[in-house]
């Protein structure tokens, strides 16, 4: 749906504040941040800036599975300045 989005209205700026669905659903890190690195990509091509927002998932998670969360939206963004 993004490519479409973008195409018919053209922003200047994509705010990404997704993955929690993702992350909720104990999808690997790794995967979701291989989804959002596509959304970032496709609306950077698109011509807009893009304000990637991460998420936390809730304590259950265990620490080790929402440090590699955290660790996946840093990489992220550290590879999108």
């Known amino acids: 749906r993004l490519p479409g989005l973008l195409a018919r209205h053209r922003p200047t700026v994509v705010v990404i504040e997704l993955g929690g669905n993702d992350a909720l659903r104990g999808l690997a890190p790794a995967q979701l941040q291989g989804n959002l690195q596509k959304m970032v990509e496709l609306s950077r091509q698109a011509g807009a800036r ?11 998670y ?3 599975y ?10 992220l963004a550290a590879q999108d300045q």
């Open 66 to 75: 929402r440090q590699r969360l955290k660790k996946a939206y840093a990489e």
């Open 50 to 60: 893009v304000l990637l927002l991460g998420i936390d998932v809730p304590p259950n």
């Open 62 to 64: 265990g620490p080790a």
